[in-house]
């Protein structure tokens, strides 16, 4: 009888165990995700500003100047508490078009030596730098999370308590994922 107690007290310590380190793993993406959501929205706030510069040089552009006005829209719509597929898709469109606004810029010389402008723009690229920072923190948590989600013992305990994986977040436009192109 007391060997049995023991045993089913080990089983109970095991279970606990297991599923406090599935809660921490969840508070970790959680946490992380808010990372990401923080500097998300400090892309966000930047694109007004980098809009209302850009227009008064680039007047034929105002078709990607609204696309990404668009886009920042729909990404703010759609701020939920963890990633989407949706939220990706748009972030996704947005970075791109950010970059393709990055490429036009350069024929407007006018806009290039506006110090406002360039200071604005190398804001946007380390608040992108920080967004990638925080992505890999964000998905190396999810990793660990689906990892003790799909492993034995603790997806059993996963499963009781209803635990589920989560899904990477990853912001990659067409072009990074194409090979450059290299001449000699």
Known sequence: MVI????V????????GIYNSLVAARQHVRESWSNVDTELQRRHDLIPNLVSIVKGYMTHERELLSLIVALRED???????????EQARIENQLEGSLAQLRVRIENYPDLKASTNFMSLQSELIHTEDRVQNALRFYNGNVRDMNVKVQSF??????KMFG????????LRTERAREAPQVQF
């Open 4 to 7: 049995f107690g023991v045993v």
């Open 9 to 16: 007290l080990v089983v109970l310590v095991m279970i606990a």
């Open 75 to 85: 990404a703010e719509r759609l701020r939920p508490g963890e990633a989407t597929d």
């Open 153 to 158: 013992p603790s997806n059993m305990i996963a």
């Open 163 to 170: 635990f589920r994986r989560k899904s990477y977040f990853e």
